[in-house]
C-alpha cells in the first residue's frame, strides 16, 4: 500500500488510488496554509504508477524541488519529496505499491486494510460485515448474511460509528485465473477428517504450491459444503448449480446460530487471504436474495485421517 508521510509531524496517510489534496474539507489530504488551493492536487494510481496531477493551483506544487506548470501531471517515484505552494508541509512517497482495499474510521481516527482483497469490519475477529470484489470485478458488502453491491467511498453505519470504504479500481491482490495465479478458482482442496469428524485438516494445492490449513474448527463447515458441491456434481447438476444449501440446513446440520456461521467463514476467507490468495472472499460463495451458500472451489478430495 502507498503511504505519504508528513516530514513535520511524521504523520502517514495511506493513499487510496485517487487522493484529492487542498484546504477544502472535501479533500482527502486537507492542508491548512493559506497559500494552497481549494483544490490544490491530485495523487492518483493509473494501473502501474502513482501520479501526480497538479490542478491549476495558484501557488504551485513541487516535487524534489522542481515546480510543476500548471495542469501538469508527473509520475512519482518511491522517495520522492512532495511540496503543495511555498507554505505547506513537506511530504515524502514513502511506498509506492499500489492501492489497497481499505476503509478509514469517521471522524479521522483508524483505518483498516484488507488482505487478499477482503477487509472486515469493525471488529477483524467477530466483524459485523465483510466487503470484497466478486470474480465479474463488482464490489460487495456482506452484512448478516445478506449480500449487497457497495460503491467507492460509501459510508457504512457500524456498531462503534461510521466507516468510509475505499474500492480501488487497480486493487494491489487482483488476480488472474488464466496464468496459474493463486486464486480460488485456481485451487484444489484436501480434506482429510477423524471418523467422528471432530478433527478436520485441510490442504489447499495450486499447481506445485501447497498450502498447509492445519486443523481449523471452521474447516468443518468447509467440509460440509464440500460435501454437497460432491453430491450434486455426481448426480450430473451443471457447475453452476452444484454444492448451493440454504443457510438454514447448513445450520440446522452444523447446530450453530448465524453470527457464528458467518464467525465461521470470516475465518476461513481470512485464513487463505493470509497465505496470499487474492479473491479469498470466493472460498464461500453466496447468492442474494436467496440465502444460499456455496463452497467456491469445485476441485476437491475427502479423505479419511488414519
Known sequence: MAVLRAHSSDERLILPDRCLVGRSKSCDLV????????????????????????????????????????????????????????ESAVFNLEDATGPQLMAHQLPAAQWRVGEG???????????????????????????????????????????????????????AGTWQESDGGLCVANLRLCFAF?????????????????????????????????????????????????GWLTADELLKMLRMDDNHLNICIHRARTQLGRLGVADAASLVERRPGTRQIRLGVARIELRALD
Do not use: M
Not at 458441491?229 to 455426481?234: F, K, S, V
Open 31 to 86: 492542508l491548512g496554509a493559506r497559500d494552497v488551493s481549494g483544490r490544490h492536487a491530485e495523487i492518483q494510481w493509473d494501473g502501474d504508477h502513482w501520479e501526480l496531477h497538479d490542478l491549476g493551483s495558484r501557488n504551485g506544487t513541487c516535487v524534489d524541488g522542481a515546480r510543476l506548470a500548471a495542469g501538469e501531471r508527473l509520475v512519482l517515484r518511491q522517495g520522492a519529496e512532495i511540496r503543495f505552494g511555498r
Open 117 to 171: 482483497g477482503y477487509l472486515a469490519l469493525p471488529d477483524p475477529q467477530e466483524p459485523e460485515c465483510s466487503i470484497y470484489q466478486d470474480p465479474q470485478g463488482s464490489w460487495i458488502c456482506e452484512r448478516g448474511g445478506e449480500v449487497a453491491s457497495i460503491d467507492d467511498r460509501a459510508v457504512l453505519a457500524l456498531g462503534d460509528g461510521l466507516w468510509r470504504v475505499y474500492l480501488p479500481k487497480f486493487c
Open 194 to 242: 477423524s471418523r467422528d469428524e471432530e478433527r478436520v485438516e485441510l490442504v489447499a494445492c495450486c499447481g506445485d504450491r501447497r498450502l498447509d490449513l492445519q486443523r481449523r474448527a471452521h474447516h468443518y463447515v468447509l467440509l460440509l459444503l464440500a460435501r454437497r458441491r460432491l453430491a450434486d456434481e455426481r448426480a450430473g447438476l451443471p457447475a453452476a448449480e452444484q
